[in-house]
């Protein structure tokens, strides 16, 4: 009849040779009812950038990853402790003693087992990021107010592991190249006895009573560089708060005393087979220094007092699934969907409104007016 089409007339009867699209279930509309607006596009708009903001920060808190820091009491006995020492003092190697004396009475001649090099101060003090403890590298007092709880620095626990992995290997003392050794270089690691202790470089023939003659007064000077001062295993990469620090000896008779809290701590990588090679076992301490120009009567030089605390610190980073996250992804972008669908439905409600109000207030000046009359 006047070219009617049945079949046009179904919209539900599949077309030829598309037997898949007889079981979509979701509804169409064809696309002469369909009408584009700019109000439907501003909201896709906002729909494309909050996705892609929400899309990003679910990304980047997915690849931090979660950290959580347990304290507990240390389980089981540890006899021994491994100290990392990097120092050069402003004195000639002969003139110096390495010496520890821990709580269980125990000596240790640390100079036997450590490794002396002459070098020149100059060489150590114009080193780039050499620091004053408490100060920054611009001279300027540490408040704390930027200060990160991420573990060593500011890196997070799989860069730390990551790290960690790397080969331990001191490095070379430079070359001389003609300059005066008027300094010497202190290093290497040594293991000591899991006790309260102290490390003290002093002069020689001044705090014990050894043979050899008594080294001139004159002669003292105990401002030093500390490139390197860790507890365990070495790790070169890992941070801790006395490395590459400087310290200046206001007169001859100078006594700088560092009071260090050591805590064993743990960092730990969640997920993987691998998991030995996901942890790493290290020690962080907190530090004080009292530094300050004593009598003849009392022994100058540097003294490293440390004390092992009954806690153990587990830092752990926990990261969700590659499907986890996929998940969440799609939930935010269903749920932005949603929203912005909402949105537009209600913008376009209000505009309804509007208009309908609008029009009404227009002809109540010619229907009205039949008000005004008395029948």
Same mark, same amino acid.
């Given at each position: 009849m006047?070219?009617?089409?049945?079949?046009?007339?179904?919209?539900?009867?599949?077309e030829p040779?598309?037997?898949?699209?007889?079981?979509?279930a979701?509804?169409?509309s064809?696309?002469?009812?369909v009408t584009r607006?700019?109000g439907?596009?501003k909201?896709?708009?906002?729909?494309?950038v909050?996705?892609?903001?929400?899309l990003?920060?679910?990304?980047?808190?997915?690849?931090?990853?979660?950290?959580?820091?347990?304290f507990?009491?240390e389980?089981?006995?540890?006899?021994?402790m491994?100290?990392?020492?990097?120092?050069?003092v402003?004195?000639?190697?002969?003139?110096?003693?390495?010496?520890?004396?821990?709580?269980?009475?125990?000596?240790i001649?640390?100079?036997?087992r450590?490794?002396?090099?002459a070098?020149?101060?100059?060489?150590?003090?114009?080193?780039k990021?050499v620091?004053?403890?408490?100060?920054?590298?611009?001279g300027?007092?540490?408040?704390? &107010?930027?200060w990160?709880?991420?573990g060593f620095?500011?890196?997070?626990?799989?860069?730390?592991? &990551?790290?960690?992995?790397? $080969?331990?290997?001191?490095? $070379?003392?430079?070359?001389l190249w003609g300059?005066?050794?008027?300094?010497c270089?202190?290093?290497g690691?040594?293991?000591?006895n $899991?006790?309260?202790?102290d490390?003290?470089i002093?002069?020689?023939?001044h705090?014990?009573?050894?043979?050899?003659?008594?080294?001139?007064?004159?002669?003292?000077?105990?401002?030093?560089?500390?490139?390197e001062?860790?507890?365990?295993?070495?790790?070169?990469?890992?941070?801790?708060?006395?490395d590459?620090?400087?310290?200046?000896a206001?007169?001859?008779?100078?006594?700088?005393?560092y009071?260090?809290?050591?805590?064993?701590?743990?960092?730990?990588?969640q997920?993987?087979?691998?998991? &030995?090679?996901?942890?790493?076992?290290?020690?962080?301490?907190?530090?004080?220094?009292q530094?300050?120009?004593?009598?003849?009567r009392?022994?100058?030089?540097?003294?490293?007092?440390?004390d092992i605390?009954?806690?153990?610190?587990?830092?752990?980073?926990?990261?969700d699934s590659?499907?986890?996250f996929?998940?969440?992804?799609?939930?935010v972008?269903s749920?932005?969907?949603?929203?912005?669908?909402?949105?537009?439905?209600?913008?376009?409600?209000?505009?309804?409104?509007?208009?309908?109000?609008?029009?009404?207030?227009?002809?109540?000046?010619v229907i009205?007016?039949?008000g005004?009359?008395?029948?």
């Amino acid at each position: 009849m006047d070219g009617y089409n049945e079949k046009g007339h179904y919209d539900g009867e599949p077309e030829p040779g598309s037997f898949v699209k007889a079981f979509d279930a979701f509804p169409k509309s064809k696309p002469q009812y369909v009408t584009r607006t700019s109000g439907g596009g501003k909201w896709t708009v906002v729909m494309s950038v909050v996705s892609c903001v929400l899309l990003w920060s679910e990304l980047a808190r997915w690849w931090r990853g979660e950290e959580t820091h347990t304290f507990a009491v240390e389980k089981g006995i540890g006899h021994s402790m491994q100290i990392n020492l990097d120092v050069v003092v402003k004195m000639r190697c002969k003139d110096l003693h390495v010496n520890v004396q821990d709580a269980a009475g125990d000596r240790i001649l640390a100079a036997s087992r450590l490794q002396e090099d002459a070098t020149s101060w100059g060489q150590w003090v114009d080193a780039k990021g050499v620091h004053k403890l408490g100060r920054d590298s611009h001279g300027r007092a540490v408040t704390g &107010a930027g200060w990160h709880d991420e573990g060593f620095g500011e890196e997070h626990v799989h860069d730390i592991v &990551a790290m960690g992995r790397k $080969k331990a290997r001191w490095g $070379k003392t430079p070359r001389l190249w003609g300059a005066e050794a008027d300094s010497c270089r202190i290093y290497g690691s040594l293991d000591l006895n $899991k006790v309260q202790g102290d490390f003290h470089i002093t002069a020689r023939g001044h705090g014990y009573h050894e043979a050899g003659a008594h080294l001139d007064h004159s002669a003292f000077n105990f401002s030093h560089v500390i490139s390197e001062l860790s507890f365990g295993p070495y790790y070169p990469s890992l941070v801790n708060p006395l490395d590459r620090t400087i310290n200046l000896a206001d007169a001859h008779f100078y006594k700088f005393q560092y009071f260090m809290s050591v805590v064993p701590t743990v960092y730990s990588v969640q997920g993987g087979a691998a998991s &030995a090679d996901r942890t790493i076992f290290t020690n962080q301490y907190a530090v004080t220094e009292q530094s300050k120009e004593v009598g003849e009567r009392l022994v100058p030089g540097l003294f490293f007092k440390y004390d092992i605390e009954p806690i153990l610190l587990h830092v752990e980073e926990r990261r969700d699934s590659l499907l986890s996250f996929l998940m969440k992804a799609i939930n935010v972008l269903s749920g932005v969907l949603v929203a912005c669908h909402w949105g537009f439905n209600l913008g376009e409600w209000l505009r309804e409104v509007a208009g309908r109000r609008r029009r009404r207030m227009q002809s109540e000046g010619v229907i009205g007016a039949k008000g005004g009359y008395d029948d």
